[in-house]
């Protein structure tokens, strides 16, 4: 296995997500209580997106207020 880091497509992080969302770690469905809670869930996330294998960056703040930030993807990113 590589270590070379590549772009993931939107649509797998969609995927890992939405599992994220609604499995523990042994697949089974999370607690409502755990699902209801934002601090839980943004926690729960990370620990999965570090557990799939991703990334995540962050670019830095542009200089230019009237450029966008957002990748190409972005829009579809949301639409899907």
Do not use: C
């Amino acid at each position: 296995m590589s270590d070379a880091l590549s772009p993931t497509k939107p649509g797998d992080l969609a995927r890992s997500l939405r599992y994220a969302l609604q499995r523990d770690e042994r697949g089974r469905p999370l607690a409502p209580e755990h699902r209801d809670n934002p601090d839980f869930m943004a926690a729960w996330l990370i620990r999965h997106l570090e557990r799939s294998g991703y990334l995540v960056l962050k670019r830095p703040i542009s200089l230019f207020p009237d450029q966008s930030q957002d990748g190409p993807g972005f829009q579809h990113m949301l639409a899907d």
